[in-house]
């Protein structure tokens, strides 16, 4: 005879919680202190909100230009985040997200103080495919500026839609696979960009960036990235003095810093122009590129140490895009494997150095920390 028995089992999901605190210094920002507050699932439906602040100041000005660095002080600054996210929303395919951010930060010829608004609404087609789009509002308020059209007020309100094509074995420290990831943004005063007698605020910036790995041993990787941008003011009508109304703001002016940097290399070397400007002496009233190249091949020490050799190359340009005037460094690096990602050391030497508008000869090269950009 067959026997039925009947088994009821009652699940009852824990809310889940975490806090992080953590001191670390890098060679860009300095000495740093953040916190991250995490609280998952509320109301057992997996919704999650958290905070990560972060407070840094900078032992080194090099990346401020040359005028701020004799009269600046080393100001303290600050990034608190406040994210909301929901996945599945209205019972859909969907998940949202929601913004809020409130920051002070250096920039190469000005000080900002901003705040910002965005949401976003992404959905993941497949386990290597998806797409979002987002909006934001910014109102940005600059200090301390080298060029008087960077001290005052600014409202950027922008729509930004972007898709992912991710073929990597894994997010986290890839051996085998590539990334493809295309965006666009769109500002104008359609979004809450501010328009008035002063400044038209219309314009795109489409990024794409792209990484391949690809493994030659069980012990050996080869890596490349690539990044390309280009962004174009599209406030053209001329104003009664014969001006263009708009120019691109230069807190949104393509500049190679954080992923892009071209190791070896200052932040102000690195983004002169051919002239031997930087690329914030300029009001981008019409174009400006961005082009980054990295190659690096990796050797396995053992499963949280990598060592490796690299080559890098890029520029920022105005106007014109030139490949014959890139700048290029070769270097080693030697990278920690940890949970959230990988601590580099990165030492890269100019393939030719140059002189700046001062005639000064360019240092041979630099040494560079960074956290798990690449």
């Known amino acids: 005879n067959q026997k039925n028995t009947d088994v009821i089992i009652f699940v009852r999901e824990k809310d889940f919680g975490t806090f992080e605190l953590a001191p670390g210094i890098r060679t860009d920002i300095g000495l740093?202190?953040?916190?991250?507050?995490?609280?998952?699932?509320?109301?057992?439906?997996?919704?999650?909100?958290?905070?990560?602040?972060?407070?840094?100041?900078?032992?080194?000005?090099?990346?401020?230009?040359?005028?701020?660095?004799?009269?600046?002080?080393?100001?303290?600054?600050?990034?608190?985040?406040?994210?909301y996210s929901e996945n599945?929303?209205?019972?859909?395919?969907?998940?949202?997200?929601?913004?809020?951010?409130?920051?002070?930060?250096?920039?190469?010829?000005?000080?900002?103080?901003?705040?910002?608004?965005?949401?976003?609404?992404?959905?993941?087609?497949?386990?290597?495919?998806?797409?979002?789009?987002?909006?934001?509002?910014?109102?940005?308020?600059?200090?301390?500026?080298?060029?008087?059209?960077?001290?005052?007020?600014?409202?950027?309100?922008?729509?930004?839609?972007?898709?992912?094509?991710?073929?990597?074995?894994?997010?986290?420290?890839?051996?085998?696979?590539?990334?493809?990831?295309?965006?666009?943004?769109?500002?104008?005063?359609?979004?809450?960009?501010?328009?008035?007698?002063?400044?038209?605020?219309?314009?795109?910036?489409?990024?794409?960036?792209?990484?391949?790995?690809?493994?030659?041993?069980?012990?050996?990787?080869?890596?490349?990235?690539?990044?390309?941008?280009?962004?174009?003011?599209?406030a053209t009508d001329l104003n009664s003095n014969g001006e263009k109304e708009g120019y691109i703001p230069g807190i949104k002016v393509f500049r190679l810093v954080g992923a892009d940097i071209i190791r070896g290399f200052q932040d102000d070397e690195m983004n002169r122009l051919d002239n031997g400007e930087d690329i914030s002496a300029v009001a981008i009233d019409s174009r400006a590129y961005l082009f980054n190249f990295k190659f690096e091949p990796r050797y396995y020490i053992n499963d949280s140490m990598i060592f490796g050799v690299f080559y890098d190359a890029g520029r920022v340009f105005v106007d014109e895009f030139d490949f014959n005037d890139l700048r290029s460094s070769a270097g080693l690096t030697f990278k920690l494997l940890l949970p959230f990602g990988t601590v580099d050391f990165d030492y890269g030497i100019k393939l030719l150095r140059k002189r700046d508008t001062d005639g000064n000869l360019e240092s041979p090269g630099r040494l560079h920390v960074s956290i798990g950009f690449f």
């Open 88 to 234: 599945n929303i209205f019972r859909s395919e969907y998940n949202f997200g929601l913004l809020l951010n409130k920051s002070r930060r250096r920039f190469y010829s000005f000080d900002a103080d901003i705040q910002r608004i965005s949401y976003s609404v992404t959905r993941v087609f497949t386990n290597w495919f998806s797409a979002r789009i987002s909006q934001q509002l910014e109102t940005i308020s600059q200090f301390d500026a080298t060029q008087d059209r960077d001290h005052g007020f600014f409202q950027i309100g922008s729509f930004t839609p972007s898709v992912i094509f991710d073929f990597r074995n894994r997010p986290v420290n890839p051996t085998k696979g590539a990334i493809f990831d295309l965006a666009v943004e769109f500002a104008n005063p359609f979004f809450l960009s501010q328009q008035d007698d002063d400044l038209t605020i219309d314009y795109y910036k489409l990024t794409s960036r792209n990484r391949f790995y690809l493994p030659v041993s069980n012990s050996m990787v080869f890596a490349m990235s690539t990044t390309f941008g280009v962004q174009e003011n599209l």
């Open 32 to 83: 740093k202190l953040s916190t991250t507050i995490n609280y998952n699932n509320i109301d057992g439906l997996n919704k999650r909100i958290s905070f990560k602040g972060t407070v840094n100041r900078r032992f080194d000005l090099t990346t401020l230009d040359k005028e701020r660095r004799k009269s600046s002080n080393s100001l303290v600054e600050y990034d608190g985040t406040l994210n």
